[in-house]
């Protein structure tokens, strides 16, 4: 009994215990404030860089339909022209068929005469203009068609007629190359090669 009085006498003091728990508390609630605007932080990071990616290949897909709608209106426009291009051939042809239907032809013959091959130009079965296989054959042949008021933009159904067994083949070749050097004088020059050899 005596114990139990000499301990009843005895006051625990608990403020300090209470002060380091609230410090201990205040301390952990920092902590956990401090953590959680850490974690906001590096989550609103990663959707920043989410996003970022996201506008980056947005951007990426709207540039390359943008270059596949270029690359298609090109392609529009190119064949566009190709057809018209291709409306004013088959004009032109139209037209030369039809000046070849009322006798306006352009017509090139070659003969074997006086020991040489030479050059006949006539237009309608005019007078025919005589021409020699002679280093000038491109100027002479180009003056003779001139001469029939043919121009850059006259629309010309030419015939080229010889016969293979009487002309030598050199200067058929000659005639050749040099019609289709004269071809890049005309627009709308046709020419068609006719070889009377029975």
Known sequence: ???????KGI???????L????IMLFWLMLNISNSASEIEKKAQEKIDKANAKVSQVQEDADKKVQQAQDDAKKQIDKINEQNKEMRQDNENMHNALDGFSSGKMVT???KFS???DVIYVSQNNSTPQTVAVDDKLAENLTKALNSFGLDKD???LAAFM???????????NTVQNVLVNIKGN???IYFTQINTTK
Request: proline letters at 0%; hydrophobic letters at 40%; aromatic letters at 10%.
């Open 186 to 188: 005309y627009r709308n």
């Open 154 to 156: 006259s629309i010309i």
């Open 162 to 172: 010889y016969d293979g067994n009487t002309v030598l083949y050199r200067d058929v």
């Open 11 to 17: 006051i625990i003091e608990l403020t300090s215990l």
């Open 114 to 116: 006086d020991n040489r």
């Open 108 to 110: 090139v013959e070659m």
């Open 19 to 22: 002060d380091i728990i609230l």
């Open 1 to 7: 009994m005596n114990g139990f009085r000499k301990n």
